[in-house]
T-cell receptor, first 118, second 116 residues
Framework: AQKVTQAQTEISVVEKEDVTLDCVYE???????LFWYKQPPSGELVFLIR??????QNEISGRYSWNFQKSTSSFNFTITASQVVDSAVYFC???????????????FGTGTRLTVIP | EAQVTQNPRYLITVTGKKLTVTCSQN?????MSWYRQDPGLGLRQIYY???????DKGDVPEGYKVSRKEKRNFPLILESPSPNQTSLYFC???????????????FGPGTRLTVL
């Protein structure tokens, strides 16, 4: 069965500090997708990144970067030089791929609430 | 504009009074699903549908019903709401597309439900 663990329930940082949000997953499948979503105080879910299990390359997008390590089943998210607008709940999620190479349902972690203090 | 809409966005009701939360998408997506979000529990799937007239239970289906009579609509029905169904609900949709390709999942804006 699949499982996504976000052990950090809440994190507070001062503006301009770097912060890493941890995500550890469990799956019996060798092919799967991993995701990060942001939920700002307004409540909507904002897609940040998708990664498939074949691609372990790290990714950088502006101040955001993601470190995918299959050896430790982790998909960590780092925000560099944090800003107040980064304050949100962040969810990591996993989707397994079936034998027909179709992505199945999304399983979410419990989320990490990030507060950036000005 | 491609979107998933939900109505109502906010609802306060009382125990036992049947209610329906509507979900509609304009992207001709086959797959639709409902999630509930609760503090400390993240998002959990309630029901999903792979196409018209094809629905299946997610992780927390008790107390909910769904139907998929049309491709664009996937209403969530609470026949007899209870206070433990107070939650934030999200509808989502995506195309099933070609094998090996993940099609983006679009989320609705959420419906905040309070059952007194």
């Amino acid at each position: 069965a699949q499982k996504v663990t976000q052990a950090q329930t809440e994190i507070s940082v001062v503006e301009k500090e770097d912060v890493t949000l941890d995500c550890v997953y469990e799956t019996r499948d060798t092919t799967y997708y991993l995701f990060w979503y942001k939920q700002p105080p307004s409540g909507e879910l904002v897609f940040l990144i998708r990664r498939n299990s074949f691609d372990e390359q790290n990714e950088i997008s502006g101040r955001y970067s993601w470190n995918f390590q299959k050896s430790t089943s982790s998909f960590n998210f780092t925000i560099t030089a944090s800003q107040v607008v980064d304050s949100a709940v962040y969810f990591c999620a996993l989707s397994e791929i079936d034998s027909y190479f179709v992505a199945n349902n999304l399983f979410f972690g419990t989320g990490t609430r990030l507060t950036v203090i000005p | 504009e491609a979107q998933v809409t939900q109505n109502p966005r906010y609802l306060i009701t009382v125990t036992g009074k049947k209610l329906t939360v509507t979900c509609s998408q304009n992207m001709n997506h086959e797959y639709m699903s409902w999630y509930r979000q609760d503090p400390g529990l993240g998002l959990r799937q309630i029901y999903y549908s792979m196409n018209v007239e094809v629905t299946d239970k997610g992780d927390v289906p008790e107390g909910y019903k769904v139907s998929r009579k049309e491709k664009r609509n996937f209403p969530l029905i609470l026949e007899s709401p209870s206070p433990n169904q107070t939650s934030l609900y999200f509808c989502a949709s995506r195309g099933l597309g070609l094998a090996g390709r993940y099609n983006e999942q679009f989320f609705g804006p959420g419906t905040r439900l309070t059952v007194l």
